[in-house]
């Protein structure tokens, strides 16, 4: 069987040509910093926009606006997302920076939840070259392999992405098709904004209308469709 030749997308051409903001070493070549998670303030406070080839407006933030007042808030037993926002208060000193700013529980502020206030910036960004990644082992790595850093924490969801259970792929689905055309395995960071990965939560649409017959157990007919079917059983001259 012959295997899909299989590339990774060009995340560094999408960074530069549409984004704009690449290389990072333009500004972070000289800049003196520490790696302590902290509330995120300056450029990286504000969300940044690029149109793609089919016109479609991207909206690319550095991390997730939350009031203070859910930061301040102890986590509730049983609500992981309260502890989550509880911890990154913790962790980026909320309390202290507020007062010392002036802020009130009703202002909000630029922070990082990705990692529950485990991880910073050069968790994954390394210090003395931010055009590269890192991982833990102390090897860098491009934007174009940065699936690579996401399997460190997301193992089980790097080895679906590698079996093409996870994500997307781009090319034929028959191999036969997929001569003259490489396959285009979309990287993480293409459907997940890497410093705020979950998915926003959607209101559900109604469903379909059907004039099809509602055959679910719970629904008007089922109980009598049944009892019928009974019957008929009963009636049968094979019956004993």
Same mark, same amino acid.
């Given at each position: 069987?012959?295997?899909?030749? %299989? ?18 070493? $333009? ?14 303030? +300056? *450029?990286?406070? $504000? ?8 016109? @479609? @407006?991207?909206?690319?933030t550095?991390?997730? !606006?939350?009031?203070? #007042? ?21 962790? @980026? !000193? ?11 529980p009703?202002?909000? @502020?630029?922070? %990082? ?7 910073? /910036? ?16 102390? +090897?860098?790595?491009?934007f174009?392999?940065?699936? %690579? %850093?996401?399997?460190?924490?997301h193992g089980? +969801? ?22 003259? *055309?490489?396959?285009? !395995?979309?990287? /993480?960071?293409? /459907? ?11 209101q #559900? ?5 059907? !004039? ?13 469709? #049944? #009892? ?6 009963h *009636? ?5």
């Open positions: 069987m012959r295997a899909v030749a %299989l590339t990774t997308s060009d995340r560094i051409a999408v960074i530069t040509d549409q984004l704009g903001y690449f290389p990072c070493m $333009d500004c972070h070549g000289d800049q003196a910093t520490y790696s302590q998670p902290r509330i995120l303030e +300056e *450029e990286h406070s $504000d969300p940044l926009y690029y149109t793609d080839e089919n016109g @479609v @407006v991207h909206e690319i550095f991390g997730e !606006r939350v009031p203070i #007042a859910d930061l301040l808030d102890s986590s509730r037993p049983g609500d992981l997302s309260s502890d989550l926002v509880a911890r990154v208060g913790k962790s @980026v !000193r909320i309390r202290q920076y507020m007062e010392f700013n002036g802020l009130a009703t202002d909000s @502020v630029w922070v %990082l939840l990705h990692g529950g206030g485990n991880i910073w /910036c050069l968790n994954c960004h390394d210090e003395p070259d931010r055009d590269k990644l890192i991982k833990l082992n102390g +090897e860098k790595l491009t174009n392999q940065s699936h %690579l %850093l996401c399997g460190e924490c089980p +969801e790097l080895h679906d992405w590698e079996q093409g259970i996870h994500g997307k792929t781009t090319g034929y689905w028959n191999l036969d098709l997929d001569r003259e *055309e490489t396959s285009i !395995r979309k990287l /993480c960071v293409e /459907c997940h904004n890497p410093h705020a990965p979950a998915f926003p939560a959607m #559900a649409l109604p469903p379909p209308v059907s !004039r099809l017959p509602r055959r679910h157990a719970g629904t008007p007919g089922h109980a009598d469709g #049944a #009892a019928q079917a009974t019957a008929r059983k *009636e049968s001259p094979d019956h004993e």
